[in-house]
């Protein structure tokens, strides 16, 4: 290469590094008049969590959807204050929160390190169930109170509440195991009333495991179980001021979702088994139940109003009802439709979701006529993207105008993302399909 050839090649890299030739200066290069000059774009706001349109979701016609709130952190259940403002129980990393929705804010109102799973109003109080075994009371100034602690918990939790015609609030207790029989690394149920087993023992080598036993503890032909209350499995109600806790009824696996019709009947719905664990009973979906007072309702032996293979006890307190509605295991929150102007009263509707389904069936909201049991959809995605994720609660605002169905956000890796909740309302107007 010649010195010519070496000084342009010289020259060319110097101007891309910043850096002098030895020997020589280099002078800066001034903007030519009248050259453009490029500024730095202004920072755009963060694209949402979640794509929510309302039109993407598909009701009858003569009802229309709205978006009543987003971007909260994992909503699990709605109620209506006094003045008719909506709350949301929301479930962050560090615990949860009950919060007012005010416009497009949301307003802290009172927050608990456990996990908030249920929420109704009552002369100027809320209820809170927590999953891991207490019944909490919410006052106006944020101040939280246990009505009930210390509930037999496992696998499923304390659920609920509802507000009963008298007063007194209705809890649900789930069961600490799936089918009756304690794995390793958990506790076991405890019955509301005496038992008496059939000595069937989990699995067939050692350790081996009896009903209603701690783990590794067989059990023989004809042995007692003595119940008390509160037990797993289970409706319960408290005062709303606190007090002894009472039986409603029993032998439910997990009543998720509970709401009184418009005669003032309580209604559960109650997630079955799953086909899983030292007693893999094969899977029951969800039962709409109408509750009769002391009623057991045939958990662990019984599923949807039929016996299992291998019961484990001897002999059942009573004959268990057939439930009103057999459901998808999804199934979860329900209310109750009481006023002309939403329209369709005394039907039921629960939310259902299924993540392993097509992106139509993935959310839903089911109508149930209780008088029947027929069940059809009476809202469901019309598109992939912008509508139902994963409802689990619905409830009526306090006129029984508007539907508001609670969806927990999308679906990541098994966990639910946070800032992608929505809660809809459904209401009578010029819309639908």
Request: hydrophobic share 40%; proline share 10%; net charge negative.
């Amino acid at each position: 290469m010649n010195k010519l050839a070496l000084l342009a090649l010289l020259a060319l890299t110097a101007g891309l590094c910043g850096c002098a030739i030895p020997g020589r200066s280099v002078e800066p290069l001034a903007t030519p008049p009248g050259s453009l000059v490029l500024e730095r774009p202004p920072p755009q706001p963060a694209a949402p969590a979640r794509m929510v349109r309302p039109e993407a979701v598909a009701v009858p016609q003569g009802w229309v959807v709205e978006v009543a709130a987003s971007g909260l952190d994992r909503p699990d259940a709605v109620a209506f204050d006094e003045a008719g403002r909506l709350h949301v129980v929301e479930q962050g990393d560090r615990g949860s929160r009950l919060v007012r929705i005010d416009g497009g804010a949301t307003i802290p109102v009172a927050a608990g390190s456990g996990v908030w799973t249920g929420l109704d109003h009552w002369r100027g109080s809320f209820y809170v169930a927590e999953a891991r075994g207490a019944l909490l009371r919410i006052t106006s100034d944020g101040s939280v109170t246990a009505l009930a602690d210390r509930l037999p918990s496992g696998e499923h939790g304390t659920s609920g509440p509802a507000i009963g015609p008298d007063g007194w609030v209705y809890f649900g207790q789930g069961t600490v195991t799936n089918a009756g029989v304690a794995g390793a690394s958990g506790g076991h149920d405890v019955p509301c009333h005496d038992l008496i087993l059939e000595g069937r023992n989990y699995p067939a080598a050692d350790p081996r495991t009896g009903a209603f036993s701690p783990y590794g503890k067989p059990t023989a032909e004809g042995e007692v179980v003595f119940g008390q209350v509160p037990c797993s499995g289970a409706v319960l109600r408290v005062p709303p001021g606190g007090g002894p806790v009472e039986l409603v009824a029993w032998g439910l696996r997990n009543p998720v979702g509970m709401a009184f019709a418009p005669n003032g009947r309580l209604h559960v719905s109650d997630q079955g088994f799953q086909p899983r664990g030292a007693r893999p009973v094969p899977e029951g979906g969800t039962m709409l139940w109408a509750i009769t007072w002391g009623a057991w309702y045939g958990w662990p032996d019984w599923v949807a109003g039929r016996p299992v293979a291998e019961p484990v006890l001897s002999d059942h307190p009573n004959r268990p009802p057939m439930p009103l509605a057999v459901l998808s295991a999804g199934s979860s929150g329900l209310d109750f439709s009481r006023a002309t102007a939403f329209g369709a009263p005394g039907l039921a509707f629960v939310a259902d979701h299924d993540p392993d389904a097509a992106w139509p069936g993935r959310g839903r909201l089911l109508a149930i006529d209780p008088s029947t049991g027929e069940t059809r959809d009476f809202a469901v995605n019309r598109a992939p993207m912008g509508g139902l994720e994963r409802p689990i609660a619905v409830r009526f605002d306090p006129s029984g105008t508007a539907l508001h169905l609670v969806d927990s956000g999308l679906i990541e890796n098994g966990v639910v993302k946070p800032g992608t909740g929505v809660v809809w309302r459904i209401r009578r107007g010029e819309g639908g399909r």
